[in-house]
């Protein structure tokens, strides 16, 4: 069985950090694996982790009264699942769903923000990580919100 230290190191967000870094990162994490169909986040809920999706795929929805739920994006193996976890008020801002079975590392969030607080160029690496992720799926939800308004003015 592999290591989370080394799971990490396939990971598109970590394989490239150092060694001592992804063993910090390492000792906050832990394997889960959800069926599909179940949740993996809910939004509102406490941001306490975050999961990198190992296999699987996962869709990002928003609730839409009257409407039901809106797929904002669906990740594939290597995506983040969670990234509120970095931003105050720690609270996830999407459901995300299993669409199959999917194999995450789960990352404790209070964990992982002590040693970012610790070792401040850590806490500045993941920062602009996470960053970019967030500049991803803001570009991936206007897209899809330009889709789901074009249909509705057509």
Not at 63 to 88: D, K, N
Request: hydrophobic share 45%; glycine share 10%; charged share 20%.
């Amino acid at each position: 069985m592999r290591s989370i230290f080394d799971l990490l190191g396939e990971q598109p967000l970590f394989a490239d950090l150092p060694e001592p870094d992804r063993g910090l990162i390492a000792g906050c994490g832990h394997n889960v694996h959800v069926a599909a169909g179940e949740p993996i986040v809910r939004h509102g809920a406490p941001a306490d982790h975050f999961y990198l999706l190992r296999s699987g795929r996962a869709q990002l929805e928003i609730h839409q009264p009257g409407r039901g739920a809106l797929v904002a994006e669906t990740l594939q193996t290597g995506s983040i699942v969670g990234v509120s976890w970095l931003f105050p008020p720690y609270r996830y801002t999407f459901d995300a769903v299993a669409v199959g079975p999917c194999d995450l590392i789960a990352i404790d969030a209070a964990c992982l923000r002590t040693k970012c607080d610790t070792d401040t160029r850590l806490g500045y690496l993941l920062m602009r990580r996470f960053a970019a992720v967030l500049v991803d799926r803001i570009e991936h939800l206007q897209i899809r919100l330009l889709d789901v308004y074009a249909h509705d003015l057509g």
